[in-house]
């Protein structure tokens, strides 16, 4: 088994230069740093994870924690969180909780007791009570949360801004014409639904339209419940003219409702998506969405993790990072017949 030495040795540099190569400092030249890696690669050396893990108490993992591993909108988000991990020498441990906020807490326990170095959450609903998270940040392994953030208690986050994307679309939607829009949103108890929520209703209110509560549905942002509840909208005797869907899984489920009930998209019915996945200009129609960065949230959440992790963030109180939302205007928002 190759030693650091060896690799000292034939890089031409000292053990404490290659220990600081594997360890990320920026201290090391490129040349020297150049040197070491081209060594390691010469010599096939694999570094001795655990055995550093114990000498610099750093296990140079990130967990990572996702509602619905499903959505099309978490793998991206995973990506720009693994390549920015990876950047700095870090690698990414995933799991899953189907939106059960029991299963969130044995995952932070599990990951804090593996000895991660910092734990990326997307929360679950229903976590008001965010003691687990707490009790991380307290025990010294660093929390950012991703997408949705805490109601009442800030904690460092990476978000989109969700109250200006919706309000982008509602505006779209009403210069189309319409005017009674219907909304399929997520839970009560997510950030995302309450903000997205909050553009809706503003947008109709300064436009001097009612907010009618009826239009409104509760879910779950998945397809299942967003086929349930756009039918039932549909199916009303005084249906909507266009739909939001507050997410693009939730989207999905609308198209699918109104096939089943025959009806053209956008002929019949708009429909408008807050969320963009990589299909999403594929199917028929194309949708119209508000595109979220994904890949950047995750990204700069891992920066904004490993920041705290290396010391390099000091400020006591919370990061929050608000990223900007794009309208994507496509074929499914149609112009109301005068």
Known sequence: MVTIREVAKKARVSVGTVSNVLSGSESVRPELRRRVEEAMRALDYEPNQIARSLKTRSTKTLGT?????????????????????????????????????????????????????????????????????????????????????????????????????TRMCMHHLLLRGHKRIGMVCGSHDVYTSEQRLVGYRSVLEESGLIFDPSLVCFGDFRLDSGYKMSKELLLRSEPPTAIFAANAMMGFGALKAMQELGLRCPGDIALAVFDDIPFGDVIQPRLTV???????????????????????????DPVVILLNPELIVRESTASRPN
Not at 118 to 147: E, F, N, Q, R, Y
């Open 65 to 165: 924690v996702v509602t619905d591993i499903t959505n099309p909108f978490f793998p991206q988000m995973i990506r720009g969180a693994e390549d920015a991990a990876l950047e700095r020498g870090y690698l990414l441990i995933t799991l899953n909780t189907d939106d059960h906020v029991e299963r969130e807490r044995r995952a932070v326990t599990l990951l804090r007791a593996r000895k991660v170095d910092g734990i990326l959450l997307v929360m679950a609903p229903d976590s008001g009570d965010i003691g687990h998270i707490k009790a991380a940040i307290d025990g010294g392994t660093p929390v950012v949360c991703l997408d949705r953030a805490p109601l009442d208690s800030p904690v460092d986050s990476v978000c989109v801004d969700n109250v200006k994307g």
């Open 290 to 316: 508000v595109a979220q960065p994904a890949y950047e949230i995750g990204r700069r959440g891992a920066q904004l993790l490993i920041e705290r992790i290396e010391g390099r963030t000091n400020s006591p």
